[in-house]
């Protein structure tokens, strides 16, 4: 097996009522951007094979909103496919990739399943999940052929600085000139209510990527569509080479639906981020009543929280009840273990259910922790 089991594929395939784990803003349905242009473009479009690079006009309007050329932009299928393609194009054997820990999983078991040497800068709780920059220089070597970082975190919603971004590539470029920095920048639009967006790192420099995607600020992960930005030209052609010789190309009713999306955004934002506002409210208050159970730090942006389970209070046979608990009571949890944290941890989505329903599924969790502790 080139990739080990992780149980967040039950996120896909084993759903319950009360949805507490996932990552994502409110599900977007067609409805909420289906307009007569947009019927009329639908009838009339052609199921041809899309282009290596991906759909021209989608490209302009990501590259708009990037502030980057369109030719320095790939479409991909969702944030995950663009760090395959990193990886898949920049490392050759018994190259080494870094990446931070917690994480999404896949990024983690990504490197390894493609064959190549990965190494995890551990952020800790008790540091607010920030990263040491020296630590970090301290694991790279010649070997190393890129860096992913991930802002906002997965599952913590902790956010890296541009200037940080920005001091560690200056420094890559003259320590190690081979070696390119991935922002993973999937939750960056997922802010909350009137909150400043945080700016991207997309043609901040040339040994930068960025990737993000539709799926988690828009609510359209089933769209699987995503972009990769990078102002390194030949990087570029090899993604799209590599790209066209694993799937072709994206599927061109994806790209026409992620039009009318993108262009449509700012409605599909308001709602959402007033939702994640909410939630986010409703939360906080939350861990502050549930204080003797639990500690958080709180996000700055991605309708998700990491949720401490005091180990003062919760044995490991409690913390079994929990879980089991909370299981059968409908409540789906994303278990700290899937990320590379312990079991003591579990991510909280908050923008995806309705308010009330989120409201009633935290206070049978509250009952949850009292039964069990
Ligand atoms: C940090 C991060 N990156 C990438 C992804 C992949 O998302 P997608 O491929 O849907 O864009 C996820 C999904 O949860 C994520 O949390």
Not at 27 to 50: M, N, P, R, T
Not at 143 to 169: A, F, H, W, Y
Not at 192 to 197: C, D, R
Request: glycine share 6%; hydrophobic share 35%.
């Amino acid at each position: 097996m080139k990739f080990p089991e992780n149980d967040i594929i039950s996120l896909l395939d084993e759903r319950l009522e009360l949805n507490l784990a996932e990552s994502t803003n409110k599900d977007l349905v067609l409805a909420e951007i289906w307009d007569e242009a947009f019927s009329k473009g639908l009838k009339e479009l052609k199921l041809e094979y899309g282009t290596s690079q991906g759909s021209e006009k989608l490209r302009e309007l990501v590259g708009n909103k990037l502030q980057v050329d369109k030719n320095n932009i790939v479409i991909t299928s969702g944030s995950a496919f663009g760090i395959f393609l990193s990886i898949l194009c920049l490392c050759e054997k018994e190259d080494e990739v870094i990446t931070v820990q917690p994480n999404f999983p896949p990024t983690m078991d990504l490197i390894e399943g493609l064959g190549f040497n990965k190494k995890l800068l551990i952020l800790s709780f008790d540091s607010g999940y920030k990263m040491d920059e020296d630590q970090l220089f301290d694991m790279i070597s010649e070997r190393t052929k890129l860096i992913i970082l991930v802002s906002p975190l997965n599952p913590t919603g902790t956010v890296t600085k541009t200037e940080e971004v920005k001091r560690i590539s200056n420094r890559l470029k003259v320590e190690y000139p081979r070696c390119k920095l991935l922002i993973d920048e999937t939750y960056r639009e997922a802010t909350y209510g009137n909150n400043e967006v945080i700016p991207s790192c997309a043609g901040l420099q040339d040994n930068i990527i960025t990737v993000s995607s539709l799926s988690k600020c828009h609510g359209t992960p089933g769209l699987r569509i995503g972009w990769l930005s990078s102002s390194d030209d030949k990087f570029i052609k090899d993604v799209g080479v590599a790209k066209m010789n694993t799937v072709i190309s994206n599927s061109v009713l994806d790209e026409y639906v992620a039009c009318e999306v993108l262009r449509k955004e700012a409605e599909i934002f308001q709602s959402r981020r007033i939702h994640s506002a909410q939630g986010l409210e409703l939360t906080k208050k939350w861990v502050e009543n549930n204080a003797q159970y639990v500690q958080w730090i709180e996000p700055r942006a991605g309708a998700l929280c990491c949720i401490k389970l005091k180990e003062s209070k919760f044995s490991r046979e409690e913390l079994a009840g929990f879980y089991r608990e909370s299981r059968e009571s409908g409540i789906q949890l994303a278990n700290g273990e899937w990320f590379g944290e312990s079991k003591w941890f579990f991510r909280l989505g908050f923008g995806y259910m309705e308010i009330e329903q989120l409201n009633q599924t935290l206070e049978k969790l509250t009952e949850i922790l009292n039964q069990n502790s």
